[in-house]
C-alpha cells in the first residue's frame, strides 16, 4: 500500500488471487483517514467481486472499471 500527497491510498495487488486482495483492501479501509480515496489494482475478477460486496455491506462508495484487459480498478471512498 502507498500513499499520495492528495489523500490517496494505493493497493496494487495485481498477480495475487483471493482472499489477499480483499484483506489488504480491508487493511487500507481501515487506515485511511476520513476522505481518504483507496484504489485498488486486482487482476483476480473474483476479488473484484469480494471488494464490491464489502463495499456494499459497508455502504461504501465503489466505483469499478477495466482498465487494461484483465486489470481492474476499484475506487473506494472513506467518508
Known sequence: MTSGADGQLL???????????LLKT????????PG???????????SVL???????????????REDEPGVWRLELRKT
Open 36 to 46: 481518504a480515496r483507496i484504489v485498488v489494482l486486482v487482476t483476480d475478477p473474483d
Open 11 to 21: 493497493v496494487d495487488v495485481r498477480g495475487l488471487n483471493c482472499p489477499i486482495p
Open 26 to 33: 480491508k487493511k487500507a479501509w481501515a487506515v485511511a483517514p
Open 50 to 64: 469480494d471488494i464490491r460486496a464489502f463495499a456494499q455491506l459497508g455502504q461504501i462508495e465503489c466505483a469499478a
